[in-house]
């Protein structure tokens, strides 16, 4: 049973579509029908209308393919040139690695950060924001960090960045929420997803909702990338910039179907209903979530376990067929992640996850 926090595990529905015979993504029409629904079906997901273009102060959604990492990519190679001014604000390693990307793209990278356990930096943002010596262009941030379960409040941060510069651009990495979570998704230039989390379809296809002045700024700036680059996705009347992964989109597009049947607000709530229930389990056995827990997202648990986290890991791989994920980066030997998002956001998998952690433990 995969309880990670992405790659998830895929409802029969989705692996069905994946079965059906593959069409060709160039030449055969209907794959441009089937694109098309996913992306109306991923703006509803997203919380925007997809009857209203970013021309006209909507959201243009779009689909890439590569991993979910192929967006954060993409989003700075599409946005920072040299001399580029990033506002990067963090509290974990997504949100770190965002200055990373900047700088790889001859970006100035400001990182404000906070502890990995920590709440966002606000007050430091604010700082940052009066200072002087900056001029941002773009500011990005992580709504959820998923190493640590996390969901930070990006809203109070765009708060202060629309009321210090609204003219600065918002890049943010929702991932991991995206479909499990409300995301204000409005108010963001580019909102990043993913096929593999919430969503519960396979790794493979890297979205996002960019605003009409995000695409003013890409096509400003002009990128040199065509792999890492929203552009080419901007209008794709005319045809796909490179061979589509046909099977990833149909299998997204059959996801989001499931999820869009049952509704927002009722897979919102299941995902509640989980992370609660893995919690109060986490709980009685004497487990602590690595955040405070009204920070912890409704998506994943991270659990402290100091020093036995792959030995947890391998036992309950071995010896019960549940795959749990350790931490990332210092925290893998201390931390066990219960990913209880998209499909898996279900009490009983919950449950039977945490019988066998209170076996393996």
Not at 87 to 102: I, M, P, R, T
Not at 216 to 230: C, G, Q, T
Not at 284 to 295: T, Y
């Amino acid at each position: 049973m995969l309880m990670t926090p992405g790659p998830t595990a895929v409802p029969e529905p989705v692996r069905d579509a994946m079965s059906r015979e593959l069409i060709n993504p160039d030449v055969d029409p209907r794959f441009r029908e089937i694109y098309d629904r996913l992306t109306e079906r991923l703006a509803r997901a997203y919380g925007v209308d997809p009857s209203v273009p970013a021309a006209a102060g909507g959201r243009d959604v779009v689909a890439l393919g590569g991993e979910g990492i192929l967006g954060l990519e993409a989003a700075v190679a599409s946005l920072v040139e040299p001399g580029t001014e990033v506002l990067c604000l963090a509290n974990g390693l997504y949100g770190e690695g965002f200055a990373d990307f900047v700088e790889a793209y001859g970006g100035e990278a400001t990182l404000v950060a906070a502890e990995r356990d920590e709440p966002l930096p606000l007050d430091a943002l604010d700082e940052a924001l009066a200072s002087d010596e900056s001029d941002f262009d773009i500011a990005t941030a992580v709504h959820c960090e998923t190493p640590t379960g996390t969901l930070n409040d990006v809203a109070a941060a765009l708060d202060r960045i629309e009321a210090a510069d609204p003219e600065i651009l918002t890049v943010v990495d929702a991932v991991s929420s995206l479909g499990g979570v409300s995301v204000p998704t409005d108010r963001i230039d580019v909102c990043l997803g993913a096929s593999q989390k919430c969503f519960s379809a396979p790794p493979g296809l890297a979205t996002a909702a960019v605003s009409d002045r995000a695409w003013a700024a890409m096509e400003e700036r002009d990128p040199h990338s065509l792999y890492a680059n929203f552009l080419p996705f901007r209008d794709v009347s005319e045809g796909f910039p490179y061979t589509h992964l046909t099977t990833e989109v149909v299998a997204l597009d059959a996801a989001l179907g499931l999820l869009l049947d049952e509704g927002l607000d009722a897979v919102r709530e299941r995902h509640e209903t989980a992370a609660t229930r893995c919690r109060e389990r986490g709980a009685e056995l004497g487990l602590e979530p690595v955040p405070d827990p009204e920070r912890s997202s409704p998506t994943v648990t991270a659990f402290e376990v100091p020093g036995r986290a792959e030995a947890l890991q391998k036992t309950l791989r071995e010896e019960h067929d549940v795959v749990l994920a350790t931490g990332l980066g210092d925290g893998t030997e201390d931390v066990l992640r219960v990913g209880h998002m998209g499909h898996n956001a279900r009490v009983g998998r919950v449950e039977e996850t945490m019988d066998a952690l209170a076996d393996a433990l």
